[in-house]
């Protein structure tokens, strides 16, 4: 691997690791806590560490961008394609649009239930469309693509226009469906942009590796604080960032195929929040430090874990890190 993404991603560990410790003081000076619900006594915990975790993956393209401008490798990692420098930049504009936007989400909270009330369902794809734009205005991706039964057809003017706000938007909501245990979504975040990132570096298509592996590694700084028991949230602003990490890794990578199996289970859990017509919550009770599902039916993947009330919050983090573990090693074998 190139010692110049080995350097850059120190620095995003370094960076979001630092960030995430100031975030936790500021964002309690500022009352932007709530409730830790699966633990009895329901401590307050800060909201939004996607900003950290942002602060982390920006520092260390911009440094990417200085070394290789200034000091380009062998590898010429800017230099395979005259719109490397425009898609970094495009990307980046779509990634702090996107985390801006879910943090705007997590400032609306309701102090009566103590808990973020958040944009409602309808806003919430409509304003996280406006991060597709900059990958739009500058025709991101590529213009052919594999439909079965056809082969390689040429979509033309239908991916900028029609897909990529597509993928954007799904994937920014796809991934804040699924949360609210300690350590989840940033657990299983690490997993599949570690496997993305691997995978796009072995594959040639190097701006994509950067935004995975950079993203794992400020993941990585943000997860010591929000493993159990939690000091920090993720909040939408982060759930946003990695829907919108994984959007432009399939866009700038060409990896739309891989990057849906990843996301298999957030397909997985969009499906069964429709089930409930989005109006249950992953989020359940402890009780003798188990957690308990509140429905008897299953509208989550958690719900499977805690339907029954047999297993500590812990341990449903780990099932759901080997769920998302399991479809990370599948992109290798097909």
Do not use: C
Request: hydrophobic content about 55%; aromatic content about 14%.
């Amino acid at each position: 691997m190139s010692y110049i993404i080995l350097i850059t991603v120190i620095a995003s560990f370094i960076t979001a690791l630092y960030a995430t410790n100031w975030l936790i003081r500021y964002l309690r000076r500022i009352d932007l806590v709530v409730p830790d619900a699966h633990k009895e006594e329901k401590p307050l915990i800060p909201l939004s560490g996607g900003l950290s975790v942002m602060a982390g993956l920006f520092t260390g393209l911009m440094l990417f961008i200085f070394f290789e401008t200034f000091f380009p490798s062998e590898a010429d990692m800017l230099g395979q394609n005259g719109n490397s420098l425009l898609l970094l930049f495009a990307s980046a504009t779509s990634l702090l649009i996107i985390t801006l936007v879910g943090f705007v989400d997590d400032l609306i909270i309701e102090r009566t239930k103590g808990e973020s009330g958040g944009l409602r369902q309808w806003q919430k794809p409509l304003i996280t469309l406006s991060a597709a734009i900059p990958l739009m205005v500058i025709n991101a991706g590529t213009k052919k693509m594999l439909f079965p039964l056809f082969g390689y057809v040429d979509v033309g003017i239908i991916y900028p226009l029609l897909l990529v706000p597509i993928g954007v938007v799904g994937a920014a909501n796809m991934v804040n469906l699924l949360g609210g245990f300690n350590g989840l979504e940033a657990g299983m975040g690490l997993i599949y942009t570690l496997s993305l990132g691997l995978y796009a570096y072995t594959h040639g298509s190097y701006i994509a590796a950067i935004f995975a592996l950079m993203t794992f590694a400020a993941l990585a700084a943000f997860y010591i604080y929000n493993r159990f028991p939690a000091k920090i949230f993720p909040g939408d602003s982060l759930t946003y960032l990695l829907g919108g990490v994984l959007a432009v890794i399939a866009i700038i990578g060409n990896m739309e195929r891989v990057t849906l199996i990843v996301s298999t289970p957030f397909v997985i859990e969009f499906f069964l929040k429709l089930r409930g017509k989005f109006k249950k919550t992953s989020v359940g009770y402890m009780k003798n430090g188990k957690v308990f599902s509140n429905y008897e039916n299953i509208y989550s993947l958690p719900h499977v874990f805690t339907r029954k009330g047999i297993f500590t919050e812990r341990q449903v983090v780990w099932f759901m890190m080997g769920i998302q573990a399991f479809f990370a090693i599948i992109i290798w074998l097909v």
